[in-house]
């Protein structure tokens, strides 16, 4: 099962504070499931970081940089589109930030926060 994102889904940086603040997303209203429209590789493109969403502090240790901007990376569904745009799913999701140091297990984190559409 690979849930489709929407802009429910719970995005966050690698670094996130406990608990998690989103990143804030805007899905394609062409295509919605419980009235949220669904994500697509265009709708993760240098989006903002929350500023209190990311643990990682300016300068502390030095070098260290906190996360202001995310872009996904993987996640497509191939054989869902919207307007020729291929629809992220959870499965094979990730993404990189403006963060340092990166995170080696994940750029970005989701949470689909539904389960009614799913794709292969």
């Known amino acids: 099962m690979n849930p489709v ?17 989103p990143i804030r997303v ?11 429209g669904v994500l697509t590789g265009k709708s993760i493109v240098n989006v903002p970081v929350p500023e209190d969403s990311c643990v990682l502090v300016d300068g502390n240790p030095a070098g ?7 872009t996904a990376t993987g996640g497509v569904v191939a054989l869902l589109t919207v307007d020729g745009e291929m629809v992220l799913g959870q499965r094979g999701f990730d993404g990189t930030t403006t963060g340092v140091p990166e995170n080696p297990e994940a750029g970005l984190i989701v949470s689909p926060e539904q389960t009614i559409l799913t794709a292969g």
């Open 5 to 21: 994102l929407t802009e429910a889904s719970v995005i966050t940086c690698g670094h996130p504070v406990t608990p998690a603040l």
């Open 26 to 36: 805007k899905g394609t209203m062409r295509l919605t499931v419980s009235g949220f």
């Open 64 to 70: 260290t940089e906190k996360c202001t901007h995310a």
